[in-house]
């Protein structure tokens, strides 16, 4: 098993910037690829980023790419998103997943976190 817990949500403006984390423990963090997703209210979730095992890969939703970046720590067992020029739009509850396999497929990600709201205001 895999446990994820995200961190940093939180409540701002239009145009500025925040990080999110998500820390994992359980099994050898490096044994996973990482992905973040989100759910706005109403609407089903979408892929946000994933980053593979080693980092060496990455993979946007277009409409995040240029503004997020997702990054990871072996040593720190952790996943992180920064996101910057955030929007009115990409407000929703952002969730952390974890698989073996580095996919930007929903369904394909075995473990998930309880995900963290993210509102931004315009």
């Known amino acids: 098993q895999v ?3 995200e961190s ?7 145009g500025v910037s925040l990080r999110l ?5 359980g099994r050898t963090f ?6 973040w997703f989100r759910q706005a209210p109403g609407k089903d979730r979408e892929f946000v980023a994933a980053i593979s095992r080693s980092g060496a890969y990455t993979d946007y939703a277009d409409s995040v790419k240029g503004r997020f ?6 040593a720190k067992n952790t996943v992180y998103l920064q996101m910057n020029s ?15 396999k580095f ?8 473990y998930w976190g309880q995900g963290t709201q993210v509102t931004v205001s315009s």
């Open 3 to 5: 446990q994820l817990v």
């Open 8 to 14: 940093g949500g939180g409540l701002v403006q239009a």
């Open 21 to 25: 984390d998500c820390a994992a423990s």
């Open 30 to 35: 490096s044994n996973y690829a990482m992905a």
């Open 69 to 74: 970046t997702i990054s990871r720590d072996n």
């Open 86 to 100: 955030l929007k009115p739009e990409d407000t929703a509850v952002y969730y952390c997943a974890a698989d073996t």
């Open 103 to 110: 996919t930007t497929r929903e369904y394909e990600y075995e």
